[in-house]
């Protein structure tokens, strides 16, 4: 509709009328194209393109690029289309990623999804350590009667009844590491589905997240117990090798034992550094594809082939992070619970604020620990397949079928996952 000082628009300007061929003359009333040949820079760009329909007397906004343009700047005089933007539906680009994207990207998923990436997360985390608090209980008689033993020859020890402080925090540490052993991967796999649903845009509740991830909990569970049980193997079996070469080779010369010792510690430490990189991805994908533990692990290690020092390289900044974050948070933390337990004047109050400073400090370092880096590795499984496999093609499909492919982003039906992510 036209306002009073706007003239109505030439009729059936919405359709574009068929611009005037070869020897024939232009619609009635229009200019007739000059006879010099520039008929195109005439009518594309002068005087219908950007001239009097383009620009002076419909304006360029309403009827410039629709009428000026669709009906002679298409056949004349057409502008070249400029590059497309890469498509981001949600947190992070879908092309390969840069170390920024990866690690906006872990931060964005937590805005994206708070309930489930920091609400359910942290709950998970906060039942597991508690649970383990109170199993460590049954274990701490046995402790406290094994250092009452030790301190019996020193009766000034036994009065500050340091005996009992030193049970509950072993008994309180060991029982933690039980529970959050298991705990762990659950919550590895809920941030690792829920991050793969915001990189195409979508947003699920705990439910949704749980439904897609409850027949997979078992294999996640599995992978987190067999890699702590090929850890221990390993280090015992370390240990009892350098200890019988150090001994063997300590008879001939002190120094070559040292040597030797330092060598095979170093050799030891950079061996679970590549193991740990190169089998990095096993739980997003055990977490995504739900296939056997057996081919995940193979999987794994083929995606990972000749990405080994990027992988790393974020890994590692990564838990620079997150270390740096969970020291600024928990020192200040234990050193008011120690305050508060001090002020007491009683060893059992003293006992029992540092057994709730450490499960604060547990919970507040595992959760910081756990949510940023499982973003992390969810975010880095997602970009070796981009660059490996093209899922980055998939992703855009799943995202734009997402949105019902209807403009303004309006919901519509939600079509079934790409390939090999959460089938």
């Keep these: 509709m036209s306002t009073p000082d706007q003239p109505q628009p030439p009729s059936g300007w919405g359709d574009a009328p068929e611009p005037p061929r070869y020897g024939q003359r232009a619609p009635e009333g229009a200019p007739q194209p000059p006879a010099d040949g520039q008929g195109g820079q005439q009518y594309g760009q002068g ?27 298409q056949h004349y005089g057409p502008r070249p289309p400029s590059a497309p933007a890469a498509t981001k539906p949600g947190i992070v680009p879908l092309r390969p990623l840069s170390l920024g994207e990866i690690y906006d990207g872990a931060f964005t998923a937590i805005r994206h999804n708070p309930k489930v990436m920091l609400g359910a997360a942290t709950l998970v985390i906060l039942v597991a350590t508690v649970l383990g608090v109170l199993i460590a209980q049954l274990i701490v008689p046995t402790f406290s009667s094994s250092f009452s033993s030790l301190t019996e ?38 941030l690792t589905v829920s991050v793969s649903q915001s990189v195409i845009g979508r947003k699920l509740s705990l439910r949704e997240v749980w439904e897609r991830l409850r027949g997979r909990v078992g294999r996640l569970i599995g992978w987190a117990l067999l890699r702590s049980l090929a850890g221990a193997v390993g280090t015992f079996v370390w240990f009892f090798v350098l200890v019988l070469l150090v001994a063997l ?14 060598l095979l510690g170093a050799g030891f430490v950079v061996l679970l550094v590549w193991l740990g990189v190169r089998l990095g991805l096993v739980a997003p994908a055990l977490a995504l594809e739900g296939q056997g533990l057996g081919s995940t692990i193979a999987r794994a290690w083929r995606l990972t082939r000749g990405s080994f020092w990027r992988l790393f390289g974020i890994y590692l900044l990564a838990m620079i992070i ?23 004047g009683s060893t059992e109050a003293f006992t029992t604020a540092t057994v709730v400073a450490t499960v604060l400090s547990s919970v507040i370092s595992a959760a910081i620990t756990t949510i940023f880096v499982a973003s992390v590795v969810a975010l880095l499984y997602i970009d070796v397949r981009m660059r490996r496999e093209g899922l980055d093609v998939q992703l855009a499909a799943a995202a734009q079928a997402s949105d019902g492919g209807r403009p303004g982003g309006e919901p519509g039906a939600r079509p079934g996952p790409p390939p090999g992510m959460l089938a």
Excluded: K
């Excluded at 410039?64 to 700047?73: D, E, H, K």
């Excluded at 008994?171 to 529970?179: D, E, H, I, N, Q």
């Excluded at 997150?322 to 007491?344: D, N, R």
């Design 322 to 344: 997150v270390s740096a974050a969970a020291y600024i948070i928990t020192i200040p933390l234990s050193f008011v619970a120690g305050m508060i337990g001090g002020t007491g």
């Design 47 to 73: 005087q219908y393109g950007q001239g009097q329909y383009g620009q002076g007397q419909y304006g360029q906004g309403q009827y410039g690029q629709q009428y000026g343009q669709a009906q002679y700047g």
């Design 249 to 262: 080779v300590s008879e001939q010369s002190t120094g070559a034992a040292i040597g030797l010792g330092l």
């Design 153 to 190: 020859a020193d009766p000034e020890i036994a009065e500050l009844g340091f005996d009992n402080l030193v049970a509950q925090s072993l008994a309180s540490s060991l029982g933690m590491s039980v529970t959050l052993l298991l705990a762990q991967p659950v919550v590895e796999g809920i």
